[in-house]
Nanobody, 121 residues
Framework: QVQLVESGGGLVQAGGSLRLSCAASGSIFSINAMGWYRQAPGKQRTLVAVIISGSGTSYADSVKGRFTISRDNAKNTVYLQMNSLKSEDTAVYYC???????????????WGQGTQVTVSS
């Protein structure tokens, strides 16, 4: 059984920084991708950043230059460094992972329960 556990959310003033962490636990054969989505009240869940094994990183236009995604493969953990935060970054941030749990089976998507990020003006 795989779980994604997020941490690092909270309240921060505009212009400040937060660092989110997401650790994948359980038996994992390989990590194909890990990333972050976010969802503000009344809005769709959208991709923030993703790191794809063997390919690199991708960011939403709204966070380019401000957010940085990274991964520690040994710890099965993905990080999101968020700098120069704006009020429009306020949302619940969800960790995402596409994982192969065992040899010979298809990769599956997994989601964390979300962590609240609130940016005050």
């Amino acid at each position: 059984q795989v779980q994604l556990v997020e941490s690092g959310g909270g309240l921060v003033q505009a212009g400040g920084s937060l660092r989110l962490s997401c650790a994948a636990s359980g038996s994992i054969f390989s990590i194909n991708a890990m990333g972050w989505y976010r969802q503000a009240p009344g809005k769709q869940r959208t991709l923030v950043a993703v790191i794809i094994s063997g390919s690199g990183t991708s960011y939403a236009d709204s966070v380019k230059g401000r957010f940085t995604i990274s991964r520690d493969n040994a710890k099965n953990t993905v990080y999101l460094q968020m700098n120069s935060l704006k009020s429009e970054d306020t949302a619940v941030y969800y960790c995402y992972a596409n994982l192969q749990l065992r040899l010979g089976v298809r990769e599956l998507n997994h989601w964390g329960q979300g962590t609240q990020v609130t940016v005050s003006s």
